[in-house]
């Protein structure tokens, strides 16, 4: 079975976005729902087509129109042969639907889902016919401010950082024939002190099934265990143990440097044969801090992070395609750069496997309400669940950020409430993925139960890096503008780094009114006498565990990126690495 590398399944018609949309998921018979589809604003009355996955405000879209429409309707007919469906279940998935989706096959409700960023499936068997089918999706998309919108503006108009809006479908849309009983999840998590992994189940029906769990090395390459396990009232877990790797570590473990995968092929069967099967993948890593140092695989690692907001200029918050997922990440490797902190989006899943497999970390990070109120907590603690149930497996992940410079909490500061749900999001990522750090409130305003004391600071000059000599004062107070802590919240002894700074513009990029940070400079030679000297503070000087370099590319009237937006260097590559990759003496 594949992972996701080529096409799989039947009917691959002439259609954008065609490779599989889960390769950490892999079920050979699938088929893509990608391509045009009938649509319509407000009101369903399909006057109009679409390309899907874009939203309707990207050009890829092929409708390529701005205004706000809280409604949007989507229509298109499928294909359903008997012998497919055949003691098997059909499972329509979508990628992701901003925000609010409603589902209906062949006029019949088959079900819904809110949450802009994550995905959802719903099993249609009973729903269709063999023959030609129809879905019909309703997809709403308010400006409210009390719901995950990350940097979708809410005003109307761009604005600061703030950009274009999405809606609608943006991210793929396909069908799985799945088994009668069929997994829903698998969990593996890594365990190093004993060259283990828990491989937890998850299946769709409550009678007892077996389930046999393969892991190969190599994708498939080395066999390293099989085991099976009963699994009651839909979950089963086991241990995966890997013990002849004791001494050649290096071959499981999973770095940037060594991006090592384990394959899981997962099949459940039934006392009626209610077969299935899935391909699966982890990595053997681990990532924690001890003495205000972080360690990855028990080694300190230095974090040389970029900013990617994840946006193209055809097509927005969608990659254009799985070539250019790839060519960002080799963009930031070739950089220096060992990892990117995607910044206010939960990324394609295409996104997360191609930097498991070419090797580069990834902080996780929730988009964020803008206002605080009951909505906004229960709709970013169910849309951060949802995020590291999808993404679990994926080893780049090495940090979630569950608030981004209380943003949504503009009174966390001395607001016992808002410092109380930060702490909340925090636990709950504890709880739900422990092998992964967090960085609570990422900026300032910080609360004790981070992982990570993250600053950010775009004053930071060669003349003002003197302001670290006295980092025990920096961080009982502030680095730029901000207090570092919250009031009754101290630092204790966190890795420190320096999670945004830079975000230098060059003269003449963007139109007028364009966005960037403290004035700009006129050529090369003096960006980098900026640069040069402050990535070198902060990689030599002991104070800090790694840095987020903001950004990767301009975009829209943002233009402090090291790419513009169609990801031409303004800035040799070369050069850049020489000065993100530079050794620590």
Known sequence: MQRGDKNVGTEMNAVLRPEFPRPDFVRNEWSPLNGTWQFSFDQPVFDRSITVPFCYQSTMSTIGETEDHD???YRREFLVEAERLTGKRLLLKFGAVDSEASVWINGVYAGGHTGGYTSFELDITELVKEGINEVTVKAVDDTNSDKPRGKQTWTGEKFGCWYTPVTGIWQSVWLEYA???????????????DLTALCEVFVSCDEEVEAEVT????????????????CRHGYGKLSLAFPDYDIRRGELLWTPEEPNLITLIVKIT??????????????????????????LNGSPYYQRLVLDQGYWPESILTPPSDEAIQEDIRLTKAMGFNGARKHQKIEDPRYYYWADKMGLLVWGELPSAYEFNDNAMEASSRELMEFVKRDYNHPCIVTWVPVNESWGVRSIRGNLQQQNYCRMLTYLLKAMGPVRLVSANDGWEQVSDTDICALHDYALFPQTEK?????????KTYCESRRLFAEGNSYQGQPVILTEYGGIAFEGDGA?????????????EQFLGILEPITEFLIRSGHFNGFCYTQLTDVMQEVNGLLTEDRKPKVSIERLHDVFAKRIY
Do not use: H
Request: net charge negative.
């Open 71 to 73: 409604v949007v309707w």
């Open 179 to 193: 088994g009668a009983c069929y997994l829903k999840r698998v969990k593996a998590t890594p365990q190093l002190s």
């Open 215 to 230: 892991a190969y090395l190599e994708n498939g390459n080395v066999f390293l265990c099989r085991q099976t396990i009963p």
């Open 270 to 295: 039934g006392k009626d044969g209610c077969a299935d099967e899935v391909a699966a993948y982890f990595g053997m890593r681990s990532i924690e801090w001890e003495n205000g140092i972080i360690s």
């Open 467 to 475: 302001k670290y000599d006295d980092m025990g004062n920096v961080l």
């Open 512 to 524: 007028e009114g364009s966005w960037g940070y403290y004035g700009r400079v006129k050529d090369e």
